[in-house]
């Protein structure tokens, strides 16, 4: 593990020595890309929020990166995560994607082992909850832990199916958990099992996912029936050192 953070850094070089590096922390300097991380094919943990990072180039040749925190920067697209086998969380919360949810997360189609999102306090939005619930169900299907309403208040918005204020709760979440089956916490809320339907045509009455045994993996065991009784979501553990 390697602190840098908080040293006026602009420019990422001189990495080579630390080919073995798992785990990097660049939070609050000026870096704008992160190609420079190149030779660091063994980093699983990688947080740079607080840079000034607009895109994620650079990200594609950590080949083995499995969480990335990239908060607080100015990125607004996502295309160079397309195709990461490997990452599993990917946390954007305050960045500068904007526009309709289909465009701005297509590119997380591609990667088949995300399990956490956080892109909340973005610029999102979305024609209708039907059509964002689309976009959840090919881009994002298999998150179990999502925080995308929060600072979004386009796209919660066109979540909100109905103008009852005691039911924007359930209107945000019955198209995300039925798009994303797996999910267990929403907006830093537990999702409890009984509302984490199968995805299917007739909603009217869903068929509700089996609980899992709990695991030593952190998503696996962050659906099993004691991840309800905690006070926020889990942390991603790599056991990065």
């Known amino acids: 593990m390697l602190y840098l953070h908080h040293r006026g850094i602009v420019r990422l070089e001189h990495f080579d020595p630390y080919v073995n590096l798992r785990c990097l922390h660049l939070e609050r300097n000026a870096v704008s890309t ?34 990335l925190d990239a908060s ?28 309709d949810v289909s465009l701005a997360l297509a590119p997380l189609a591609e ?3 995300l399990r956490a999102l956080d892109v909340s306090e973005n610029a999102l939005s979305a024609r209708d909850a039907d059509a964002a619930e689309r976009v959840f169900a090919t881009t994002v299907p298999n ?5 995308a309403f929060k600072g979004n208040p386009i796209l919660t918005a066109a979540m909100r199916r109905r103008k009852d204020p005691t039911t924007d709760v359930e209107d945000l979440r019955r198209p995300t958990t039925r798009a994303c089956p797996r999910l267990a916490w929403l ?4 999702v409890a099992a009984d509302a984490r339907a199968r995805p299917s045509t007739d909603h009217s009455s869903p068929d509700v996912i089996d609980e899992r045994t709990a695991s030593d993996d952190p998503f696996e065991s962050c659906v099993s029936q ?13 056991g990065a050192h």
């Open 226 to 238: 004691n991840a309800f009784v905690r006070a926020s979501p889990p942390s991603l553990s790599t």
């Open 143 to 147: 998150l179990e832990i999502f925080t």
């Open 111 to 113: 990667c088949p082992a």
């Open 34 to 67: 992160l190609e420079g991380l190149g030779t660091l094919r063994s980093l699983t943990q990688l947080h740079v929020d607080g840079n000034a990072l607009s895109n994620l180039r650079g990200v594609e040749r950590l080949v083995n990166l499995e969480r």
């Open 187 to 190: 907006d830093g809320d537990p």
């Open 72 to 99: 607080d920067n100015v990125i607004d697209t996502l295309e160079h995560a397309r195709g990461h086998e490997q990452l599993r969380s990917l946390t954007l919360a305050r960045n500068n994607l904007r526009g």
